[in-house]
């Protein structure tokens, strides 16, 4: 089993957290207000701004979403890397055992 593999999975599993994904995609550097009332007004999601905060918890521990602060703002930046590796690990195998 693979670990990594296994939180990946797990955090793509949800329709939430790909939204949420999406939006990163389009813009990123997102607040989590900003997050909330995008998936408000965009998908029609009516979780709260903890329920959001929970998703993406799950979604920087997969590593999916990095964190920074600027003064008392917190912005979400989309990371790419945990599923180019996972795409990798198929489509190149030959590419890991260098």
Known sequence: MDPVADDLFKALADPT???I?????ERDGQTLFELCG?????H???SSRQAISQHLAVLEAAGLVRTRREGRYKFHDLDTEPLERIADRWLKPNARQR
Not at 21 to 25: P, Q, V
Not at 38 to 42: D, E, P, V, W
């Open 17 to 19: 957290r790909r939204k």
């Open 21 to 25: 994904l999406d939006e990163l995609t």
């Open 38 to 42: 995008r998936l408000t007004m965009r």
């Open 44 to 46: 029609g999601l009516g």
